[in-house]
């Protein structure tokens, strides 16, 4: 499945960003979805995923309670709302979709990523 990633951009602390995912190709329903996010000289980590039904959702301690990861499958499309962001929040976002094992907390467990948006917390 092709997956491109959007709604990157600069904000400050406390600001929010709604992250969008929209996939073409085969069944989008059939697959996992997570989000991953790298930071400059650190390793990509995973951030928040979800079952192919979007009812079974995983996220890192980091972000739980500020960002919800959804789905619409008839849309073909994930989000992630980041509200109460930080500068530690800074980094790339890319979306991921594949068949892990739930929770499905390593990028290995993806098949296909999107090109990345860029995420800016200025303090």
């Known amino acids: 499945v092709q997956l491109q990633a959007s709604g990157g951009g600069s904000v400050q602390t406390g600001g929010s960003l709604r992250l969008s995912c929209v996939a073409s190709?085969?069944?989008?329903?059939?697959?996992?979805m997570a989000w991953f996010r790298q930071a400059p000289g650190k390793e990509r980590e995973f951030v928040a995923g979800?079952?192919?039904?979007?009812?079974?959702?995983y996220y890192a301690d980091s972000v739980k309670g500020r960002f919800t990861i959804t789905r619409d499958n008839a849309k073909d499309t994930m989000v992630l709302q980041m509200n109460s962001l930080k500068p530690e929040d800074t980094a790339v976002y890319y979306c991921?979709?594949?068949?892990?094992?739930?929770?499905?907390?390593?990028?290995?467990?993806?098949?296909?990523w999107g090109q990345g948006t860029q995420v800016t917390v200025s303090s």
């Open positions: 190709g085969r069944a989008f329903s059939t697959y996992g």
């Open positions: 979800l079952n192919p039904s979007g009812r079974i959702t």
């Open positions: 991921a979709a594949g068949t892990p094992k739930l929770p499905g907390l390593r990028g290995d467990e993806y098949d296909d």
